[in-house]
């Protein structure tokens, strides 16, 4: 974890030099690595809030390297790992691969917003759909993390998007019973929601 963490510092503090001997490349195919990594409890519904799991000092550190290297250098090491994740058989690579697209909204938005928006929705259209809970709720992040920093042209396709989150709502509404803590999806479903309609 100790690690993982330093990458994203050295980054802030020495962006210059990774950018000039190209560092950032193995730093990121190292940090998607520990994100793939599959939890014990992966589909437990605090596994998303352990903040001292490998997976998470992973996405803060990518947020990191998003935030402080150059959008167009960052963005296209990164989906040379999270192409292949997103097909990958494993969905714990799946989970890492949304996971990381959403982490680097906030530093690269002008990037995605210009270059990559409509792609990346309809990788976010098949995530959100994806069987696998843990792998949608990786989905509904980088929705709320779209939402929140790719800001008009997200609207632009609330047409598409809405829908599938009032469709997951109503099914987790009636999934739901008394006295039962209700899944992490639920959470996720209300914060891409909650996110996406501000």
């Given amino acids: 974890i100790n690690a993982v963490t330093f990458m994203g510092r050295l980054t802030r503090l020495k962006k210059k030099t990774i950018v000039k001997h190209k560092l950032y490349i193995p730093m990121i195919n190292v940090i998607f690595s520990v994100m793939c990594q599959n939890e014990e409890e992966d589909d437990d519904e605090d596994a998303?809030?352990?903040?001292?799991?490998?997976?998470?000092?992973?996405?803060?550190?990518?947020?990191?390297l998003a935030l402080n290297l150059p959008p167009e250098k960052y963005i296209s090491a990164l989906l040379s790992q999270v192409q292949p994740a997103l097909s990958h058989a494993n969905p714990s690579y799946q989970r890492a691969a949304y996971?990381?697209?959403a982490v680097s909204a906030e530093g690269c938005q002008e990037h995605i917003r210009n270059k990559?928006?409509?792609n990346f929705l309809q990788i976010l259209?098949?995530?959100?759909?994806?069987?696998?809970?843990?792998?949608?709720?990786?989905?509904l992040y980088m929705l709320g993390q779209f939402s929140?920093?790719?800001?008009?042209?997200i609207s632009?396709?609330?047409?598409?998007i809405l829908p599938v989150l009032y469709q997951y709502l109503d099914s987790a509404f009636a999934t739901m019973q008394p006295g039962v803590k209700e899944s992490s999806s639920v959470s996720r479903i209300f914060y891409a929601l909650d996110t996406f309609c501000e």
């Fill in 48 to 64: 998303d809030e352990d903040e001292d799991s490998p997976s998470v000092a992973a996405s803060q550190a990518l947020d990191l």
């Fill in 116 to 118: 990559y928006l409509a």
């Fill in 156 to 160: 632009d396709y609330a047409g598409d």
């Fill in 99 to 101: 996971q990381a697209l």
């Fill in 148 to 153: 929140e920093y790719i800001q008009p042209e």
């Fill in 125 to 139: 259209g098949t995530g959100i759909r994806h069987e696998n809970q843990g792998v949608r709720n990786a989905a």
